[in-house]
């Protein structure tokens, strides 16, 4: 089993609509959560982060945790073409040698069409 | 603005040839990442450093290994490359304690043939 697993898609869905991209993990200890989002050609960049269960919201973005499940979600709302990219879920370890170190996922491809 | 930069773009090298992948970054931050990006298995994290002439292991450190001789220069090394090593690598740097909030290079598309 994958530490990070992603649903790989890709995902299309509408200009306007929500989309939903997953993650779970396996390491029950890991506490804090990460969202990369990577365009076509170009590096990974931060977007958002989640440390508590529950929902945090930023714009159009809400990171949802659910460390009971080991599951973690990232929402957007009102999807524009400009959110086309691969999103990468990264998970950091709790404790020990991986102390720090992030495990990311394999990315999920979104496109939002118009 | 952070501005992480790597020698190469592009690369392209013979099988068993010693290949220095180079990263510099511009914003003194202690630690300092390799990873490589393959279709469907994401980012695979190689080495990473959280000081100078530090180096811990990552995930595939198998055939690697890493200089980290100045705080902001950290460097890849092939010893002896192989075709199963083209990827896209990157370097990534982020700040003391904040190491989640990673500021990533261009890449280098290694090919070995």
């Not at chain 1, 990264?90 to 979104?110: E, M, N, P, W």
């Not at chain 2, 180079?22 to 469907?40: A, L, T």
């Not at chain 2, 460097?75 to 989640?100: K, V």
Request: glycine content about 8%; charged content about 20%; some cysteine.
């Amino acid at each position: 089993q994958k530490e990070v697993e992603q649903n790989s898609g890709p995902l299309s869905v509408p200009e306007g609509a929500i989309a939903s991209l997953n993650c779970t993990y396996s390491d029950r200890g890991s506490q804090s959560f990460f969202w990369y989002r990577q365009y076509s050609g170009k590096s990974p960049e931060l977007i958002m982060f989640i440390y508590s269960n529950g929902d945090k919201e930023d714009g159009r973005f809400t990171a949802q945790l659910n460390k009971a499940s080991q599951y973690v979600s990232l929402l957007i709302r009102d999807s524009q073409p400009s959110d086309s990219a691969t999103y990468l879920c990264a998970v950091r370890g709790a404790g020990g040698t991986s102390y720090g170190k992030l495990t990311f996922g394999q990315g999920t491809i979104l496109t939002v069409h118009p | 603005d952070v501005k992480v930069t790597q020698s190469s773009r592009y690369l392209v090298k013979r099988t068993g040839e010693k290949v220095f992948l180079e990263c510099v970054q511009d914003m003194d931050h202690e630690n300092m990442f390799w990873y490589r990006q393959d279709p469907g298995l994401g980012l695979r994290l190689i080495y990473f450093s959280y000081d100078v002439k530090m180096k811990e292991k990552g995930d595939i450190p198998e055939g690697y290994s890493v200089s980290r001789e100045k705080k902001e220069r950290f460097s890849l090394i092939l010893e002896s490359a192989s075709t199963n090593q083209t990827s896209m690598y990157l370097c990534a740097s982020s700040p003391p304690g904040r190491n989640y909030e990673q500021y990533f290079g261009p890449g280098t598309r290694l090919t070995v043939t």
